[in-house]
């Protein structure tokens, strides 16, 4: 196989454009036509309207708006744009990590010609799950072709605010897609029952562990070029190829974000693992998140951990009915977690299937936890709870 291709961008209308990279995600809001009779635009109501980013990872969302005519200027018309976006997942708890935005334009015909016309921007900082935008723009109208059908279109574009500087530049990578008939790949990927080609100056420069591989002489890989990969199928190895020449996934991270995350954190990939952890947060739900949660530990990604731990907090009535999450719980018993553990046991009298292993971990560990703030705080906040694990500790000793 190739390197992954470049893809050309066509010139498509504003509404229709959008390839989660270079244009934000654009929705068209409603049809219009301007007569010689008629130079006002009639309101425009929308509610609920279901959309996806095209960003990468894409994010479901419903949009509803009103766009209204509010007065009348001298060379055109007043309008208020009314617009409301809620979103599916639960990433509002990040304190202004990300805002979005929002463009108004319409596409109008001066004298035959097609234009996009700028008439409104907002940029909203998401703070809540629902995000509201109230501004006025201008038209005017007398000076547009009569009788055409234009369209009235809003684009969406995310931003994180946070975002990490480990992300490559990729320049070398996009040269060599762009001569790639000069300067052929010279490593081959041995995966499942495919070949990935790809060029080792790429692979170095961006991974620490292909730099090692390609510059020892004594190793397998640096002698033939090819590389046996045993732990990770092809999709995901394709996608890991697709990111260091293009910066993107081709949308594979927005489906398999915890496949890629394995691959970028085998390759020591900084800019992949970013965008992997990223796109958990996004989908992080009741039937994922121990997972993720689990990853984060195995590949020690602190910003997953805090954000799965928060989403745990925020829904731990539901988790707590998950057998699975209690199967996590007693799996998962560390110095740290401890208390966490003992809060949710103390919280849910109900929890008595892990109580006695959870009491039994702590009078193993009771040196550690001496110096432990989170479980020393619980003698404080649940003293009726902390007596009753005390007594059970001393019953057991007094037994043997």
């Known amino acids: 196989m190739n390197p992954p291709k470049t893809e050309g961008k066509e010139n498509v209308p504003c509404c229709q454009r959008g390839?989660?990279?270079?244009?934000?995600?654009?929705?068209?809001?409603?049809?219009?036509?301007?007569?010689?009779?008629?130079?006002e635009i009639d309101d425009i109501r929308i509610s609920n309207k279901k959309i996806t980013l095209l960003q990468e990872p894409n994010e479901s969302l419903s949009l509803?708006?009103?766009?209204?005519?509010?007065?009348?200027?001298?060379?055109?018309?007043?309008?208020?744009?009314?617009?409301?976006?809620?979103?599916?997942?639960?990433?509002?708890?990040?304190?202004?990590?990300?805002?979005?935005?929002?463009?108004?334009?319409?596409?109008?015909?001066?004298?035959?010609?097609?234009?996009?016309?700028?008439?409104?921007?907002?940029?909203?900082?998401?703070?809540?799950?629902?995000?509201?935008?109230?501004?006025?723009?201008?038209?005017?109208?007398?000076?547009?072709?009569?009788?055409?059908?234009?369209?009235?279109?809003?684009?969406?574009?995310?931003?994180?605010?946070?975002?990490?500087?480990?992300?490559?530049?990729?320049?070398?990578?996009?040269?060599?897609?762009?001569?790639?008939?000069c300067v052929l790949p010279n490593v081959r990927f041995q995966v499942d029952n495919y070949e990935l080609n790809a060029h080792r100056s790429v692979l170095a420069q961006y991974s620490s562990v292909f730099y090692d591989m390609f510059s020892r002489k004594d190793s397998a890989e640096s002698r033939t070029g090819v590389v046996e990969i045993h732990d990770f199928e092809a999709p995901e190895m394709r996608a890991m190829l697709h990111y260091l020449y293009t910066g993107r996934t081709n949308g594979f991270i927005s489906e398999f974000p915890v496949k890629l995350m394995k691959v970028a954190h085998e390759y020591k990939i900084t800019g992949l693992i970013a965008k992997c952890q990223?796109?958990?947060?996004?989908?992080?739900?009741?039937?994922?998140?121990?997972?993720?949660?689990?990853?984060?530990?195995?590949?020690?990604?602190?910003?997953?951990?805090?954000?799965?731990?928060?989403?745990?907090?925020?829904?731990?009535?539901?988790?707590?009915?998950?057998?699975?999450?209690?199967?996590?719980?007693?799996?998962?018993?560390?110095?740290?977690?401890?208390?966490?553990t003992l809060k949710a046991i103390a919280k849910h009298g109900e929890l008595s299937s892990i109580k006695d292993k959870t009491f039994e971990f702590a009078k193993e560990n009771r040196a550690e936890l001496a110096e432990n703030e989170d479980y020393l705080g619980l003698f404080e906040s649940h003293p009726r709870f902390m007596k009753e694990m005390f007594v059970y500790m001393n019953r057991k000793r007094a037994n043997k």
């Open 19 to 39: 390839d989660g990279q270079t244009f934000p995600t654009s929705v068209v809001l409603s049809s219009f036509s301007v007569t010689d009779n008629y130079k």
């Open 278 to 340: 990223e796109a958990m947060m996004f989908r992080m739900r009741q039937d994922n998140v121990v997972e993720f949660l689990e990853l984060a530990k195995l590949c020690e990604l602190e910003e997953l951990k805090r954000n799965a731990m928060a989403f745990i907090a925020k829904h731990e009535e539901e988790m707590l009915r998950d057998p699975s999450y209690l199967v996590f719980l007693q799996r998962d018993l560390s110095v740290d977690t401890l208390a966490h």
């Open 64 to 181: 509803s708006c009103q766009i209204h005519h509010d007065g009348f200027v001298k060379t055109g018309s007043l309008y208020v744009f009314n617009l409301q976006l809620s979103f599916d997942n639960a990433l509002h708890h990040i304190p202004q990590s990300y805002c979005y935005d929002i463009s108004l334009m319409a596409m109008v015909s001066k004298r035959g010609i097609v234009f996009h016309v700028p008439l409104s921007t907002d940029r909203l900082i998401r703070k809540e799950n629902k995000i509201s935008s109230y501004v006025n723009f201008f038209l005017n109208t007398d000076d547009i072709d009569s009788s055409r059908d234009y369209h009235m279109c809003c684009s969406i574009n995310r931003i994180n605010l946070a975002t990490s500087s480990a992300d490559p530049e990729l320049t070398l990578g996009e040269a060599l897609l762009q001569q790639q008939h």
